[in-house]
C-alpha cells in the first residue's frame, strides 16, 4: 500500500523517458557547462593548429545576411555569434542576478554588497595592473579585457571541490562573476562601441517602454516578448552602443512577482482533483476547461524570471557557450611568443590582480559596515575565491574581439589561456587544501566587525 500512492502522482513513463531523464538530470548540474565549454575550447584549439586550420578560421568569415532595398543587415558568423547568439548569454546573467537580489540570499543588502565590493574590485585591479604594463603601447586600448570572470569555469571548479564548501561560497562566486560580467558588458557598450546615433537609441527606449507596458498590462506570451526584444536589439545595434547590452537591460528589467499565488494554484489544483476518473476530459466542457487551467496556473506560479532562467539555462550552457569558444578560442602557436609583452600583461592582470582587489574591497567593505561575511566563510575562501576568479576565459575572449585587432589576437588569446589555466589550478589547490580544512576549525577572523 506504500508504494501505491507515490506511483499515482507520478506521471506513465515512456520508452524515451529513460534516455531523457538522465540527459535532463545531466542539464540540472550547472557545472557541466563549464565542461562542454572546456571539451569546445580543446577542439578549436585543435582544429586551429591543424592542417584544417585555413578551413575551420574561413567558416567563421562566411558572411551571413539580409538585405531589403535600404535595409541591410549583414555580418559574418562570428560576429553573428559574439553580437547576436552572445545577447542571450548576457540576458540569463541578467536574470541571475535579478534572482538572487529580489528572491534570492542577496536580498539583504550587506550581505549583497559583499559581492559587489569584491566584483568592483576585481575589475578594478586587474584593469590597473594591465595599464601599467600597457600605458602607452599599442595594447593599451585592451584593458577591458582582463575585468571579467568566466562564471561556467569557476562554477565548475567549484562544483569538483563537492560538498567540502558551504553554500555561501558558491553564491559569492556566482554573484560575483555575474556582478562583474554585468559590468564589463556596460564597459564593452561605453568603451567600445562606435559613434553614437541618438535617433536609434530613441527607438531603442521606445521598444524598452513598450516592453514595460506590455508587462504591466499583464502579457505573458515570451514569443511577444522575443518580438520586440529583437527590434530593440536592432536599434540598439544600430545605435552604436554594442548590442549584447540589450540582454542585461531585459534582465533586468524581467518580473520577479508570479501571476498565480501558491494558495489560488492550491484552489485550482483541488478543484481539479475534485472530478471522479472518467472519461470526461476531452470535449467543450467544465472539467475539460478546469484541467486548461490548472496547466496555465502551475506554468504562471513561476515568476517570469525564474521561467525564463530555467528556460534559457541549458540552452546557453550547452549551445551558446560552447558555439562561442569554438568561434573565438582557436589559436595558432606557429610564431606566437610566449614572452610577448600583451600575453604578460593579461597573465599578471588576472593572477595578482583579480585575488588582490576581491581580498582588498571585501575586506575595506567589511571595515567600512556596508557588508558582512557570512560566518561560514572565512577570508583564505575569499582569496581562494579571488584566485579561481582570474578564470575569465568566455568575456576576455568576447572583449579582447572588440579591442585588438587580429595581428594581435593569438598573443590576447595565449594570455588569456595561461591566466585561466594558471588561475583555476591554483585556485582549486588553494581552497582544496589551505582554506576548506581551516574552516572546520572555527577560524575567527575580522567578520567580528559586523
Known sequence: MSDERPQSTRLPKEHIDWLVQPITRFIKVEAAAGGVLLFAAIISLSLAN????????????????????????????????????????????????????VLGELRNPRLAMLSIAAAIGGMLFPAAIYLLFQYGETGQHGWGTVMATDTAFVIGCLALLGKRLPKSLRVFMLSLAVVDDIGAIIVVALGYGSQISWFAIALALMGLIAVKVMAYLGIRSIALFFIVGSLVWLAIDESGIHATLTGVILGLMTPTKKWVSDHHLHSIMNTVVAYPPGDHWSGDTPDRKALKTAEAAAREALSPVERLEMMLHPWVGFVVMPLFALANAGISFSGVQFTSPLAIAILFSFVIGKPLGIFLFSWAAIQLRIAILPDSLNWRMIIGAGMLAGIGFTMALFIANLAFNSSQMNEIKLGIFSASVFSALSGFIFLRYFAIDGDHQNEQSPRSTH
Open 50 to 101: 591543424s592542417q584544417f586550420s585555413e578551413l575551420f578560421n574561413n567558416l567563421w568569415r562566411v558572411s551571413i545576411g539580409v538585405n531589403v532595398g535600404q535595409f541591410e543587415l549583414e555580418r559574418s558568423l562570428h560576429d553573428w555569434i559574439n553580437d547576436a547568439v552572445m545577447t542571450l548569454f548576457f540576458f540569463l546573467i541578467a536574470l541571475e542576478l535579478k534572482r538572487e537580489l
